[in-house]
């Protein structure tokens, strides 16, 4: 089957060609990034705007790049939800009223199930497995039992990972998204330079609470103004991105141990960072776990992980019709209603 995937949920508009939910024929993303950057966040009505303006060139850019065109497509799969509202009605009403004219059926894919199962597009992944997602706006620990089934074993009560990452960077005077600008420069500093809280580590949830973190480090800068210079930052950087690492790290190992599932996949924007990816690496070894994070293109908002559930719900005939709306707000342990709902 030869799905047309649409993504706008946050910042990204996207769009991509995929074959049987496998194959990527094209994954086109058009990032927002230069327009949110002077405002420190995603300023959600101008995402929207944008969206707009790009959605119909990301798609045209997606089918012309794989080489087809609007009548090979068999159905299409559009990001439903969560995200921010303004963002998420662009792409569902394109995707709407492409299905409408091209008389092919549509269905809704949550943004976050389209995350773990990313790696799809890459090899083939047994189930159960245990799922680390870490995004701007989620840090949460599944349970994933199959397609569609996913138990929250645990999850941020404050911060998202990704957020934290972009507030410190915000505090260090960089742009946002800071999260990748700090990996860059803790890859040159030292990790025990600073002994920063690792919130939450040893409690016996599967919780995570990142927004302390982040005031020790406006402390500790208010403290040590230099430390925004030079070797000092990258000593900072390297110090903040392993007290995050350790404790995402620590509380897949903690998981592992408790549910005996020995194969884990990472996934979502912070799963580009390469101190995660280097500290996840050193767990599989030690614990003889099966990891499995994407290359960093398939980590960040793109369509192309969209048309993974979406070829699977189609292909099990969970079509989502006209009427659906956007769902801002939408748990990953709902959808397993779907699977019974058939919508
Ligand atoms: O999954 P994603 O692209 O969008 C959401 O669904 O939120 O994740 C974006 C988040 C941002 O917070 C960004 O700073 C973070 O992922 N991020 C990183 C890195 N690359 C992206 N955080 C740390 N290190 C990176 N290399
Ligand atoms: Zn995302």
């Not at 199959?146 to 960089?174: C, N, P």
């Amino acid at each position: 089957m030869l799905l047309l995937a649409i993504e706008s949920s946050c910042d990204e508009t996207a769009a991509a060609v995929v074959k049987d939910g496998r194959t990527v024929l094209s994954n086109i993303i058009a990032s927002q990034i230069s327009v949110h950057a002077d405002y420190g966040g995603v300023v959600p009505e101008i995402a929207s705007r944008k969206h707009l303006e790009m959605i119909s060139v990301v798609i045209e850019e997606a089918l012309q790049a794989a080489g087809v065109s609007f009548a090979d497509i068999e159905g299409i799969a559009v990001t439903q939800g969560p995200g921010l509202a303004g963002a998420l009605l662009v792409g569902i009403s394109t995707a709407k009223a492409l299905a409408y004219a091209l008389g092919i059926p549509i269905t809704g894919v949550n943004h976050i199930e389209a995350h773990l199962l990313a790696i799809y597009l890459e090899r083939s992944v047994e189930f159960p497995f245990v799922a680390l997602a870490v995004s701007g706006g989620h840090t949460h620990l599944y349970l994933v039992e199959a397609v569609g089934r996913y138990r929250t074993l645990g999850q941020t009560i404050d911060d998202a990972a990704g957020e934290a990452f972009d507030k410190v960077a915000k505090l260090l005077g960089f742009s946002y998204p800071g999260g990748a600008h700090i990996d860059r420069l803790a890859d040159r500093g030292n990790p025990g330079a600073i002994r920063f809280p690792r919130p939450l580590m040893h409690d016996k949830s599967y919780n995570f609470s990142f927004s302390g973190l982040k005031t020790s480090v406006l402390n500790y800068l208010k403290k040590n103004p230099h430390a925004i210079e030079g070797d000092f930052l990258e000593d900072l950087c390297a110090s903040f991105q392993a007290a995050v690492c350790d404790v995402l790290t620590g509380k897949v190992a903690a998981i592992v141990a408790t549910t005996g599932v020995k194969r884990v996949v990472v996934a979502g924007g912070v799963a580009c960072n390469s101190g995660l990816r280097r500290e996840m690496a050193r767990l599989a070894d030690q614990e003889g776990l099966e990891l499995h994070i994407p290359s960093p293109l398939l980590c960040s908002d793109n369509a192309a992980m969209i048309a993974v559930p979406g070829d699977y719900y189609l292909k099990n005939s969970i079509i989502s019709g006209f009427d659906f709306d956007a769902l801002p707000v939408w748990p990953l342990d709902s959808i397993a209603e779907r699977l019974t709902s058939g919508s």
